[in-house]
């Protein structure tokens, strides 16, 4: 049983590990400072970057700097993130260049609606966008950018209704026998969710009827090589999102589960639609990254894709890279769909991994080597995480992690001060980028 041991702190015990912290860190400064991680990384396959929170203007930049390096570099295939599908898909096209695709990043991240908005829709993204937009130019394999996430019921409906009634008028029914039966609940899926707990009648055979409706039927648009594989990826977002609704309103667990295996999921089809040889970046937070064995998510029966990954894709070589921060500000909301706000992140907690990391106050490179490291360093401690949902003054209530770090990850990037990402929705509207974009990605 994993628990947090941060209630008593013995100071020698704490120098020693700063130190030995101190020893095997490296400088993180520059975009050259990632050799070292190059080099772990070496001929895997799979890269996944985490984050401490969804709104940390550092750990975006850093995960741009090394995804673009490991795309130009290593010739990886893609990037899937922790976003919906359909809103990720737009991005694609853009990024590779297809017809109709929009004028510029800007444009086409900011109609990302769902919220929380900020996650996608910000600067540090659209520099990362415009630069894979670059790259893509007269290359014959451009890399792709997707969503692995599973929110976006009725976003995929519309997607997959379009798409059938362009290219296969004869199977729209299926897909209106789907939209008919969700239709009653307003494009509220936790309207949907409580309903399927009142009474046994769902709409999971209609959503599975569709999917096997596209598996059969998937064609591909005119100019457009992944409009089929599209089409049938919404399908199953719609067939996956209805069974994580029911999932919600049972158990924590089991809907956690449903949406890290979409997650997993999705990334084995983008790996089979590029090709065995395909290489994958995945961004998302810490709890989804970091293997989720080595944290209290376990006991609760929670897994996760980092975990999964290091499962199931083993033999193509596994990255796990964690990242955390000391203090700062942070994008947040107060509660689900509030307002976003700009909040203070304050210090790490005594006795956590923020605070041993802070001892030596520099930004700096973790590559975790389980054979050197002392038996201290391998002992549980909390490790802060910071979802969408914020409440900066509880924090020493919650938002920390029990984690083995270094079998958590394989590697940690740790910025001691953090400051808040960069939205584009934001009133009033800034139209010119911020201070210092695109941060020397």
């Given at each position: 049983m994993l628990r947090d041991r941060a209630g008593s702190i013995d100071e020698s015990k704490m120098e020693r590990l700063g130190e030995e912290v101190r020893q095997i860190a490296h400088s993180l400064q520059t975009r050259e400072d990632l050799g070292p991680l190059m080099e772990r990384i070496g001929d895997a396959h799979f890269v996944l970057l985490g984050e401490a929170s969804h709104g940390t203007s550092e750990y975006y930049q850093w995960r741009a700097r090394l995804s673009a390096r490991l795309i130009a570099e290593k010739g990886f295939n893609f990037v899937a993130v922790e976003g919906d599908w359909p809103d990720c898909y737009r991005v694609n096209r853009y990024v590779k260049g297809y017809k109709d695709a929009g004028d510029n990043a800007r444009d086409v991240l900011h109609a990302f609606k769902r919220w929380p908005?900020?996650?996608?829709?910000?600067?540090?993204i659209i520099a990362f966008v415009e630069w894979m937009h670059t790259f893509n130019q007269n290359k014959p394999n451009k890399a792709g950018f997707y969503g692995l996430d599973v929110y976006s019921l009725w976003e995929s409906m519309a997607a997959v209704i379009k798409y059938?009634?362009?290219k296969d008028p004869q199977a729209v029914q299926t897909a209106l026998q789907a939209y008919q039966c969700f239709e009653p609940y307003a494009e509220d899926p936790q309207s949907y969710a409580w309903s399927t707990r009142m009474v046994p009648e769902t709409c999971e055979d209609e959503v599975i009827d569709?999917?096997?409706?596209?598996?059969?039927?998937?064609?591909?648009?005119?100019?457009?090589?992944?409009a089929g594989f599209n089409a049938e990826q919404n399908a199953l977002v719609i067939k996956n999102a209805e069974h994580y609704y029911r999932a919600m309103v049972r158990t924590d667990s089991g809907s956690w589960n449903v949406r890290d295996l979409h997650m997993m999921e999705t990334l084995d089809r983008l790996v089979d639609f590029h090709g065995t040889n395909a290489?994958?970046?995945?961004?998302?937070?810490?709890?989804?990254i970091g293997d989720a064995r080595y944290t209290d998510m376990a006991r609760a029966g929670m897994l996760n894709i980092g975990q999964l990954a290091r499962e199931q894709l083993h033999d193509d070589g596994v990255v796990l890279v964690g990242f955390g921060s000391h203090h700062g500000t942070v994008i947040a909301g107060k509660s689900w769909g509030a307002p976003m706000e700009k909040m203070k992140v304050p210090e790490?907690?005594?006795?956590?991994?923020?605070?041993v990391l802070h001892q030596t106050n520099r930004d700096q490179l973790l590559i975790f080597d389980q054979a050197t490291l002392s038996d201290e360093f391998q002992k549980v401690r909390g490790h802060r995480a910071i979802g969408v949902v914020y409440h900066p003054d509880f924090e020493s209530q919650g938002n920390y992690v029990p984690t083995v770090l270094p079998?958590?990850?394989d590697a940690f990037l740790y910025i001691d001060e953090t400051q808040a990402l960069h939205p584009l929705h934001v009133?009033?509207?800034?139209?010119?980028?911020?201070?210092?974009y695109p941060w020397g990605l």
């Open positions: 908005t900020w996650m996608w829709a910000n600067w540090e059938l009634e362009n569709l999917l096997l409706e596209m598996q059969q039927r998937s064609i591909r648009y005119d100019g457009d090589p992944e290489k994958g970046i995945v961004w998302a937070h810490n709890t989804h790490g907690r005594p006795g956590s991994w923020e605070d079998k958590r990850y009133e009033p509207e800034e139209i010119y980028p911020p201070d210092l």
